[in-house]
């Protein structure tokens, strides 16, 4: 029996390990469906459709798969309006590095270029959020193209896009299909001149910090020992929390926007400072001083600040080369402070905002984030929506070095933190999910909610209710604009999520919350916990310029002008606790 070229491309998947597919079916994809219909689902060794209520819930959710596993996910959308949806979650699943795969069906071939109904460019469009994108003209053409999307999106990590008009999907395959080329990927091995060249910087340097990124991945004991025959303070990106945070007695926190702890003093003050597998985009929070950078990829070198010493390799083998070649440096005087700062600033700055507040309304959000912490699971995947949720997940979760936490941390998505949870908790049945959602958020893609009652996930979502767009309210007051037009009205998310078969409880009692928290997680199917959170409660980074700080003046004396001095008080009482203290 004739086979199409449909089920070609499915069984080429199945080849690859590809275990699902997410989407929402229709016209132009239906023959990918059917023939995924044919597979009998992964009970049956074949593949299941995973039906979401938005495209881009879709890729968001494939992302999450292939950044928490490695292995190759996909996500699909329609000709025109549906693979245009796809497009934002494409864009963070690439910057992620995710192994993506992405079938964008089209319209039929032979309209193409007639301004047809539904018509777009998909092969053009998503050129800019992949490392591959390609349309399929016949059936002779097709296992060929797939292969190489495949391999594009696992040898380079990023977003494979597949173009296929719906009429060729339905053609009979006619062409062989090509073996899976599994590989493991490669280590590289710096140059053993560039290894020696960081050696002597280190070597004639007084003070050394590191700032650690997510390419520490793999290399967490190896970083600690160079920390400690250094005596470097261990600085780290948001996406490197998972791998540089836990059994770290060298951890000065993270800077940037999000920072907290002695991070910032720690880099600047450094005569040397080592970025080791971080591409940190914020150069404003990078200092000027004698920096050496370590990183696989080599168009990364150099491009956020200027380096001295650039090595191209992976971190791990680089400090198996680098680690005899270093002499031990005596004086922990430079350590010592940053360690003594940064235990200064958290017991009594980030952590001290979340004592005695247990009947304090409205809930601090600090505090319902640092009891979170302590009642999820020691393995639970954390998904954090763009926005505060980002702060507060960076400041209070700890990795524990078998915790998750994902974000749309390159790419700065809102409305991620579902559909990210969604994909996570598919490809981790067994394993306890949060999504940390913000109201904002969540009301974004709120169907998504339907998405998994469909599919009775036990997702715990965590909604930091505080009627407002907080990052982008910070984000005015120190341009020294008044926030405007950042209030979400108020929602019952809880009432909401109880509708579609959830657990939910919606908390306005800071005492409540611990329990809260117990009650949902133990809870067989999905839940939902609603918290009312502070509104005026925003995040101040760990350094604040003095052109913040005049920013912020004049905000708060436009605040008053315009709608009172009890709003600005108020603020401004919600907010001394994120000032940091020396």
Same mark, same amino acid.
Request: negative net charge.
């Given at each position: 029996?004739?086979?199409?070229?449909?089920?070609?491309?499915?069984?080429?998947?199945?080849?690859?390990?590809?275990?699902?597919?997410?989407?929402?079916?229709?016209?132009?994809?239906?023959?990918?469906?059917?023939?995924?219909?044919?597979?009998?689902?992964?009970?049956?060794?074949?593949?299941?459709?995973?039906?979401?209520?938005?495209?881009?819930?879709?890729?968001?959710?494939?992302?999450?798969?292939?950044?928490?596993?490695?292995?190759?996910?996909?996500?699909?959308?329609?000709?025109?309006?549906?693979?245009?949806?796809?497009?934002?979650?494409?864009?963070?699943?690439?910057?992620?590095?995710?192994?993506?795969?992405?079938?964008?069906?089209?319209?039929?071939?032979?309209?193409?270029?007639?301004?047809?109904?539904?018509?777009?460019?998909?092969?053009?469009?998503?050129?800019?959020?992949?490392?591959?994108?390609?349309?399929?003209?016949?059936?002779?053409?097709?296992?060929?193209?797939?292969?190489?999307?495949?391999?594009?999106?696992?040898?380079?990590?990023?977003?494979?896009?597949?173009?296929?008009?719906?009429?060729?999907?339905?053609?009979?395959?006619?062409?062989?299909?090509?073996?899976?080329?599994?590989?493991?990927?490669?280590?590289?091995?710096?140059?053993?001149?560039?290894?020696?060249?960081?050696?002597?910087?280190?070597?004639?340097?007084?003070?050394?910090?590191?700032?650690?990124?997510?390419?520490?991945?793999?290399?967490?004991?190896?970083?600690?020992?160079?920390?400690?025959?250094?005596?470097?303070?261990?600085?780290?990106?948001?996406?490197?929390?998972?791998?540089?945070?836990?059994?770290?007695?060298?951890?000065?926190?993270?800077?940037?926007?999000?920072?907290?702890?002695?991070?910032?003093?720690?880099?600047?003050?450094?005569?040397?400072?080592?970025?080791?597998?971080?591409?940190?985009?914020?150069?404003?929070?990078?200092?000027?001083?004698?920096?050496?950078?370590?990183? =696989?990829?080599?168009?990364? $070198? *150099?491009? /956020?600040?200027?380096?001295?010493?650039?090595? &191209? !390799?992976?971190?791990?083998?680089? @400090?198996?080369?680098?680690?005899?070649?270093?002499?031990?440096?005596?004086?922990?005087?430079?350590?010592?402070?940053?360690?003594?700062?940064?235990?200064?600033?958290?017991?009594?700055?980030?952590?001290?905002?979340?004592?005695?507040?247990?009947?304090?309304?409205?809930?601090?959000?600090?505090?319902?984030?640092?009891?979170?912490?302590?009642?999820?699971?020691?393995?639970?995947?954390?998904?954090?929506?763009?926005?505060?949720?980002?702060?507060?997940?960076? =400041?209070?979760?700890?990795? $524990? *070095?078998? /915790?998750?936490?994902?974000?749309?941390?390159? &790419? !700065?998505?809102?409305?991620?933190? @579902?559909?990210?949870?969604?994909?996570?908790?598919?490809?981790?049945?067994?394993?306890?999910?949060?999504?940390?959602?913000?109201?904002?958020?969540?009301?974004?893609?709120?169907?998504?909610?339907?998405?998994?009652?469909?599919?009775?996930?036990?997702?715990?979502?965590?909604?930091?209710?505080?009627?407002?767009?907080?990052?982008?309210?910070?984000?005015?007051?120190?341009?020294?604009?008044?926030?405007?037009?950042?209030?979400?009205?108020?929602?019952?998310?809880?009432?909401?999520?109880?509708?579609?078969?959830?657990?939910?409880?919606?908390?306005?009692?800071?005492?409540?919350?611990?329990?809260?928290?117990?009650?949902?997680?133990?809870?067989?199917?999905?839940?939902?916990?609603?918290?009312?959170?502070?509104?005026?409660?925003?995040?101040?980074?760990?350094?604040?310029?003095?052109?913040?700080?005049?920013?912020?003046?004049?905000?708060?004396?436009?605040?008053?002008?315009?709608?009172?001095?009890?709003?600005?008080?108020?603020?401004?009482?919600?907010?001394?606790?994120?000032?940091?203290?020396?």
């Amino acid at each position: 029996m004739a086979k199409e070229l449909a089920n070609q491309l499915i069984e080429q998947l199945q080849a690859a390990g590809v275990q699902r597919i997410y989407g929402i079916v229709g016209d132009s994809l239906n023959p990918i469906v059917d023939a995924v219909r044919q597979t009998g689902g992964a009970k049956e060794g074949g593949i299941d459709w995973a039906h979401v209520r938005h495209e881009e819930a879709a890729a968001f959710a494939a992302a999450a798969e292939a950044q928490l596993t490695g292995k190759l996910a996909v996500c699909a959308g329609s000709c025109g309006p549906g693979n245009l949806h796809l497009i934002n979650g494409l864009y963070d699943a690439n910057r992620s590095g995710a192994p993506v795969l992405a079938i964008a069906s089209h319209i039929p071939s032979k309209q193409i270029g007639s301004s047809f109904f539904q018509e777009t460019h998909p092969d053009r469009l998503f050129n800019e959020c992949s490392v591959y994108s390609e349309m399929v003209s016949t059936a002779e053409q097709a296992p060929r193209v797939v292969h190489s999307a495949i391999q594009h999106a696992l040898g380079l990590g990023g977003v494979a896009v597949v173009t296929l008009p719906g009429d060729i999907a339905g053609l009979e395959a006619t062409a062989p299909t090509p073996l899976p080329a599994t590989f493991r990927r490669a280590t590289l091995t710096p140059d053993p001149a560039s290894v020696q060249e960081l050696a002597d910087a280190i070597n004639n340097a007084g003070k050394v910090a590191i700032f650690a990124g997510a390419g520490v991945e793999g290399a967490h004991d190896e970083l600690i020992a160079l920390a400690e025959l250094i005596n470097a303070p261990i600085g780290h990106s948001l996406r490197g929390k998972d791998f540089v945070q836990y059994n770290n007695p060298f951890d000065i926190g993270m800077t940037g926007l999000l920072g907290y702890g002695a991070a910032a003093e720690g880099i600047e003050d450094a005569d040397l400072l080592i970025l080791l597998g971080t591409d940190f985009p914020y150069d404003q929070f990078l200092p000027e001083t004698r920096t050496a950078q370590v990183d =696989r990829a080599a168009h990364r $070198l *150099g491009r /956020r600040t200027d380096v001295d010493v650039a090595v &191209h !390799g992976d971190v791990l083998p680089t @400090l198996a080369a680098l680690m005899p070649l270093l002499k031990p440096k005596k004086s922990r005087r430079f350590l010592d402070q940053m360690l003594k700062k940064h235990d200064r600033l958290m017991n009594k700055s980030v952590r001290a905002y979340t004592r005695k507040v247990e009947k304090k309304q409205p809930i601090h959000p600090e505090y319902a984030a640092s009891l979170l912490d302590q009642v999820a699971a020691e393995d639970a995947i954390f998904t954090a929506d763009t926005g505060m949720c980002n702060v507060w997940t960076a =400041r209070y979760i700890n990795p $524990l *070095g078998t /915790r998750r936490l994902i974000g749309s941390y390159l &790419h !700065g998505s809102m409305a991620n933190a @579902l559909p990210h949870a969604i994909g996570a908790q598919l490809a981790y049945p067994g394993r306890q999910v949060v999504s940390v959602s913000g109201d904002g958020g969540l009301s974004m893609l709120l169907g998504e909610l339907i998405t998994v009652a469909a599919h009775k996930l036990p997702v715990n979502v965590v909604v930091f209710n505080n009627s407002t767009l907080g990052m982008v309210k910070l984000e005015m007051l120190v341009d020294g604009l008044p926030d405007f037009g950042v209030d979400v009205p108020d929602a019952d998310y809880a009432a909401v999520a109880r509708a579609l078969g959830f657990h939910a409880v919606r908390v306005a009692d800071p005492a409540l919350i611990e329990g809260a928290y117990r009650a949902a997680f133990a809870h067989p199917g999905p839940s939902l916990v609603e918290l009312i959170t502070d509104p005026q409660a925003l995040s101040l980074p760990p350094k604040i310029s003095g052109t913040q700080v005049l920013g912020f003046a004049t905000a708060m004396s436009k605040v008053v002008l315009n709608r009172g001095a009890g709003e600005a008080v108020s603020m401004a009482r919600s907010n001394l606790r994120n000032i940091p203290r020396r």
